[in-house]
């Protein structure tokens, strides 16, 4: 059996173990700095890979995570995201990892291997869902698993890997490949891999939610406003699109249970907090749709 990429040894850091602590940080910052540059090479998939999930989001579908160990962790991380920022319903976006809620705790050996389990964790799809597995070697069978059943379903399916051999890349729909090197300590995917993943995550999420309109500008207009901080930022948000006083935002939200789109809606267009929340309605609850607000140059 040939050996997996990310198994590789990387040659500037053999000396790793016997440097001062700050030549330690600087040689794996050094590493760090490469990712973002093998993540631009694989724009054009990512792009693909949001649209594909806009598009079945309007469709009423779901976006699934799949993955194993640090993999499945960053997918369970990035769903658990989607609620409070987007305001979105929390079956939208959902994060499976191999060997179910203790493995996102603790290592469950041998949860990747298992095929037979992938198929069972991907019952859950359907025709209108995205499913994106996640694995830096591209090779757990757990994954093949979830790519047989998706299949079976008809759901869309997105491969993230740093391998282009890993058997995922030979059965996903569209593949995003990050040949991010080998790692700081030789097959530690925790490392580059996992920023790498992390890096597309953040990508096809946040992507996906603006495309459905979920953001206004790059404002976060859809969150949920559950404490100080949140709330704070709710009121500025309203001030700054509406164009009023944060005591006129703060007045707006209060009528509508800090509803942030139904008091710009009321305050801009001079609508009650039913009205508002019916013309919000109507456009689908897109923003964009309602007000627009000309670029200052």
């Known amino acids: 059996m040939s050996e997996v990429i990310t198994e590789y040894r990387n040659e500037n850091t053999k000396d790793i173990d016997l440097l001062p602590t700050i030549e330690m940080v600087k040689k794996m910052n050094e590493e760090d700095k490469l990712v973002a540059l093998a993540v631009e090479e694989e724009s054009e998939h990512i792009a693909e890979a949001i649209d594909i999930i806009a598009k079945q989001f309007l469709k009423g579908g779901r976006l699934f995570y799949f993955g194993a160990g640090t993999s499945g962790r960053l997918g369970v991380l990035d769903a658990s995201e989607c609620p409070p920022t987007f305001s979105v319903p929390r079956d939208m976006v959902q994060g499976i990892i191999a060997g ?59 491969a993230i890997t740093c391998n282009s ?89 209060l009528k509508c249970d800090w509803e942030i789109k139904t008091a710009i809606v009321s305050t801009m267009m001079k609508l009650d907090i039913e009205e508002s929340r019916q013309e919000l309605k109507k456009h689908g609850g897109v923003l964009r749709k309602i007000i627009y607000r000309p670029q200052v140059v």
């Open 100 to 158: 179910g809620r203790e493995a996102f705790l603790y290592a469950v050996e041998g949860a990747e291997d298992s095929f037979e389990t992938g198929v069972q964790d991907a019952k859950v799809l359907t025709d209108k869902d995205v499913c994106v597995v996640i694995s830096a070697s591209g090779n757990p069978k757990y994954l093949l698993g979830v790519l047989h059943q998706a299949d079976e379903a008809g759901a869309r399916t997105i």
């Open 165 to 253: 051999k890993g058997r995922i890349a030979e059965e996903a729909g569209l593949v995003i490949c990050v040949e991010v090197g080998p790692e700081v300590i030789a097959g530690s995917s925790r490392l580059k891999a996992g920023t790498a993943q992390k890096m597309i995550l953040n990508m096809l999420s946040t992507g996906s939610m603006i495309k459905i309109g979920k953001t206004y500008e790059n404002f976060m207009i859809d969150l949920k406003a559950v404490n100080e901080k949140l709330k704070d930022r709710a009121i500025r948000i309203v001030a700054q699109i509406a164009g009023i006083s944060h005591s006129e935002a703060l007045a707006a939200l």
